[in-house]
């Protein structure tokens, strides 16, 4: 055959398999990447750079970034596709408005009415926005919230929503938080400095820790010091990863202390730095808590000017709409630049963690209260606490309580006790009917059992855990059997897919929960197969708000 012709068919070929990259788009990511190292675990942030320049990411724009980062296009596509906030548009196709509202509509947000709030912005014949249905976006307390470009209104009405519309109100504000000078005049980064200069030992602050009995409070509650030594003793160069993605339906007090004070967090997270040796940290946000990303930015910045020791090195990572990356190992996975797929353990991340080094994960509420620990002693700490258990904790409460929001109270207090001694009571009109212990996966118990102590370990036996403190009150205005069904379509909506008895179980349970009589028998056994096989805690601890409700709402389903 002419080598000729067969040079062309080759090329025929192979313009058939891949595909072209467009010079136009190819210009742009390189105008939007700069001088930024190709590196392949910032895909997800090369990401949000186009997303947010364009309001989209285009098949151009895929093409191109994959060519420029030395990747398939496949690859860069799937990680785009894994997660919610990129909107991918495929060719011939048409671009979303330049305006998204996002409505939230998980457990409290529905009970405070978005799905009215929907329905009347989406009869609106608004000009280049589109609104949207969105799971939890972290800020329960202020229920219903919508989101206007980056713009979190709280308390969210139609009128408040056309007005941020109609004004183009689209940025996200940073809070007035304690900023870098305000801290270090109240004592700030001392504690960090003597633990720097051998005032502090290492074993001084690990002692602390476990004098305390500071356990992880992302939701695990695996003892805090235990694991520095666990990591400690790992082999270098060893990395940290602070999880901030706290997507959990009900729980926000991640937002709400690094609003208030984002340095005692700082402090506490170089701290364990020091102590543990690790040369690296990544800090994970949820791509929702927008303002606050801003202020940690300039805050961060801050203090990488004008150091009080050596730091070590710091990135700010940001999460892109994903449930699944608040579990460890899938968060890990997308500091990475990857799909948030959960990894099958062992090994577990203290040995095998960022990049396969042994990684301290930590959540960052339990890095916050390191530095009052140490300065005001374990003792102080466990101070606190009723029925028998000790120190404090930080409940995200909402729903219909008069004071929602973070409260800070003693360890094992009882549902009744915080909302009379916090939140200032029911609303108005409302009798207390039953609660969310531990946010959506937690379970779903009634008022009768409402004497129970909060704390880990204490709703074991009830088929409920308390995980990060997300306690959500309704009343008899509601019915348990509609919110765990709003419970369950989110964990639907938010399964990552990799293993089947979450993927394919959740979905089922949607559907057999929205039939009017529940087959409650084959709910059970479907219940059982999602914890016994789901390979993470999202499958293992969907079913519980469904289970909670044929054990302790019956008649609900007469």
Same mark, same amino acid.
């Given at each position: 055959?002419?080598?000729?012709?067969?040079?062309?068919?080759?090329?025929?070929?192979?313009?058939?398999?891949?595909?072209?990259?467009?010079?136009?788009?190819?210009?742009?990511?390189?105008?939007?990447?700069?001088?930024?190292?190709?590196?392949?675990?910032?895909?997800?942030?090369?990401?949000? %750079?186009? =997303?947010?320049?364009? !309001?989209?990411? #285009? &098949?151009?724009? $895929?093409?191109?970034?994959?060519?420029?980062?030395? +990747?398939?296009?496949?690859?860069?596509?799937?990680?785009?596709?894994?997660?919610?906030?990129?909107?991918?548009?495929?060719?011939?196709?048409?671009?979303?408005?330049?305006?998204?509202?996002?409505?939230?509509?998980?457990?409290?947000?529905?009970?405070?009415?978005?799905?009215?709030?929907?329905?009347?912005?989406?009869?609106?014949?608004?000009?280049?926005?589109?609104?949207?249905?969105?799971?939890?976006?972290?800020?329960?307390?202020?229920?219903?919230?919508?989101?206007?470009?980056?713009?979190?209104?709280?308390?969210?009405?139609?009128?408040?929503?056309?007005?941020?519309?109609?004004?183009?109100?689209?940025?996200?504000?940073?809070?007035?938080?304690?900023?870098?000078?305000?801290?270090?005049?109240?004592?700030?980064?001392?504690? %960090?400095? =003597?633990?720097?200069? !051998?005032?502090? #030992? &290492?074993?001084? $602050?690990?002692?602390?820790?476990?004098?305390?009995? +500071?356990?992880?409070?992302?939701?695990?509650?695996?003892?805090?010091?235990?694991?520095?030594?666990?990591?400690?003793?790992?082999?270098?160069?060893?990395?940290?990863?602070?999880?901030?993605?706290?997507?959990?339906?009900?729980?926000?007090?991640?937002?709400?202390?690094?609003?208030?004070?984002?340095?005692?967090?700082?402090?506490?997270?170089?701290?364990?730095?020091?102590?543990?040796?690790?040369?690296?940290?990544?800090?994970?946000?949820?791509?929702?808590?927008?303002?606050?990303?801003?202020?940690?930015?300039?805050?961060?910045?801050?203090?990488?000017?004008?150091?009080?020791?050596?730091?070590?090195?710091?990135?700010?990572?940001?999460?892109?709409?994903?449930?699944?990356?608040?579990?460890?190992?899938?968060?890990?996975?997308?500091?990475?630049?990857?799909?948030?797929?959960?990894?099958?353990?062992?090994?577990?991340?203290?040995?095998?963690?960022?990049?396969?080094?042994?990684?301290?994960?930590?959540?960052?509420?339990?890095?916050?209260?390191?530095?009052?620990?140490?300065?005001?002693?374990?003792?102080?700490?466990?101070?606190?606490?009723?029925?028998?258990?000790?120190?404090?904790?930080?409940?995200?409460?909402?729903?219909?309580?008069?004071?929602?929001?973070?409260?800070?109270?003693?360890?094992?207090?009882?549902?009744?006790?915080?909302?009379?001694?916090?939140?200032?009571?029911?609303?108005?009109?409302?009798?207390?009917?039953?609660?969310?212990?531990?946010?959506?996966?937690?379970?779903?118990?009634?008022?009768?059992?409402?004497?129970?102590?909060?704390?880990?370990?204490?709703?074991?036996?009830?088929?409920?855990?308390?995980?990060?403190?997300?306690?959500?009150?309704?009343?008899?205005?509601?019915?348990?059997?509609?919110?765990?069904?709003?419970?369950?379509?989110?964990?639907?909506?938010?399964?990552?897919?990799?293993?089947?008895?979450?993927?394919?179980?959740?979905?089922?349970?949607?559907?057999?929960?929205?039939?009017?009589?529940?087959d409650q028998s084959l709910m059970q056994e479907l219940a059982q197969t999602m914890n016994d096989a789901s390979i993470c805690g999202l499958g293992q601890a969907a079913s519980n708000p469904m289970s909670c409700v044929i054990n302790y709402f019956s008649d609900e389903l007469k």
């Amino acid at each position: 055959m002419d080598k000729a012709v067969t040079r062309k068919r080759n090329k025929m070929r192979g313009e058939k398999r891949g595909r072209r990259v467009d010079p136009v788009a190819r210009q742009q990511v390189r105008e939007l990447l700069g001088d930024t190292p190709r590196r392949r675990d910032l895909l997800i942030e090369f990401l949000h %750079l186009v =997303q947010d320049k364009f !309001g989209c990411i #285009s &098949a151009a724009h $895929i093409t191109a970034l994959a060519s420029e980062m030395k +990747l398939a296009p496949t690859e860069v596509y799937e990680v785009a596709s894994f997660y919610h906030h990129f909107d991918i548009v495929k060719e011939q196709h048409k671009a979303p408005p330049t305006l998204t509202v996002r409505v939230c509509d998980s457990v409290t947000c529905e009970m405070f009415g978005a799905n009215q709030l929907v329905e009347a912005l989406s009869s609106e014949n608004y000009e280049d926005v589109r609104i949207q249905r969105v799971p939890c976006v972290g800020r329960c307390e202020q229920a219903p919230v919508a989101v206007v470009g980056m713009n979190a209104i709280a308390n969210a009405s139609k009128e408040q929503v056309q007005a941020a519309i109609n004004a183009n109100n689209r940025d996200a504000v940073a809070p007035a938080g304690i900023d870098f000078e305000q801290y270090k005049n109240k004592n700030g980064y001392q504690l %960090l400095t =003597q633990v720097t200069n !051998g005032e502090k #030992s &290492a074993e001084d $602050i690990i002692s602390a820790l476990e004098d305390s009995n +500071l356990r992880g409070l992302g939701g695990a509650g695996f003892p805090a010091g235990r694991k520095w030594r666990i990591v400690r003793d790992q082999p270098a160069p060893r990395i940290m990863a602070v999880n901030i993605d706290e997507g959990e339906p009900g729980t926000f007090k991640d937002r709400f202390y690094l609003e208030q004070d984002p340095h005692r967090f700082f402090e506490g997270m170089l701290i364990a730095a020091k102590v543990v040796g690790t040369e690296s940290i990544y800090i994970y946000l949820r791509d929702e808590y927008a303002g606050v990303r801003k202020s940690l930015t300039e805050e961060l910045q801050k203090l990488k000017n004008d150091p009080p020791c050596e730091l070590p090195h710091i990135e700010l990572r940001r999460g892109a709409g994903a449930y699944i990356c608040g579990e460890e190992s899938a968060m890990i996975e997308s500091i990475e630049g990857k799909r948030g797929m959960p990894r099958l353990r062992p090994p577990f991340v203290a040995q095998v963690g960022v990049f396969g080094r042994p990684t301290l994960e930590h959540n960052m509420e339990t890095l916050y209260w390191v530095r009052d620990i140490v300065e005001q002693g374990a003792d102080w700490f466990t101070s606190h606490g009723r029925n028998g258990r000790k120190g404090l904790r930080s409940f995200s409460v909402s729903g219909r309580v008069k004071k929602p929001g973070v409260h800070l109270a003693p360890a094992g207090i009882t549902v009744k006790e915080l909302i009379d001694e916090y939140c200032g009571g029911m609303l108005d009109g409302h009798e207390f009917y039953g609660y969310f212990p531990g946010g959506a996966s937690g379970g779903i118990l009634p008022a009768s059992m409402g004497d129970i102590p909060l704390d880990f370990d204490t709703l074991n036996e009830h088929g409920c855990f308390i995980g990060s403190a997300a306690v959500m009150i309704f009343s008899t205005q509601d019915k348990a059997r509609d919110l765990a069904r709003n419970a369950m379509q989110f964990f639907a909506h938010e399964s990552c897919g990799k293993c089947t008895p979450c993927r394919v179980g959740t979905s089922k349970a949607v559907m057999l929960m929205d039939k009017s009589q529940w087959d409650q028998s084959l709910m059970q056994e479907l219940a059982q197969t999602m914890n016994d096989a789901s390979i993470c805690g999202l499958g293992q601890a969907a079913s519980n708000p469904m289970s909670c409700v044929i054990n302790y709402f019956s008649d609900e389903l007469k």
